[in-house]
């Protein structure tokens, strides 16, 4: 891909649409630029938290989150009693 921008005399670029949609950026995403080992400058989606966070948690519907909800889940699942404490 050789696409070229026009900077703006307050040093402003527009990003090509066709990088826009390869990065998946719209209105407002913030973007980096990096120099790699080559002196060449990379350009790349500024991203915050994990891509996959919005997923956290959808496999349990139902079930809280952490090691005790699930045991607690599992035990009524295999007929005990979820409040006795006296079942290890």
């Not at 997923?55 to 952490?66: A, E, L």
């Given at each position: 891909m050789n696409l070229e921008a026009k900077i703006t005399s307050k040093g402003q670029i527009t990003v090509p649409l066709k990088?826009?949609?390869?990065l998946g950026l719209k209105a407002g995403d913030k973007i980096t630029f990096d120099k790699n080992?080559?002196?060449?400058?990379?350009?790349?989606?500024?991203r915050k938290g994990s891509p996959f966070a919005k997923?956290?948690?959808?496999?349990?519907?139902?079930?809280?989150?952490?090691i005790e909800a699930i045991d607690k889940h599992v035990r009524e699942?295999?007929?005990?009693?979820?409040?006795d404490s006296s079942i290890g």
């Open positions: 990088v826009r949609k390869d080992s080559d002196d060449e400058i990379v350009l790349r989606p500024a997923y956290r948690g959808i496999g349990n519907p139902g079930i809280d989150s952490g699942m295999r007929g005990f009693d979820p409040d």
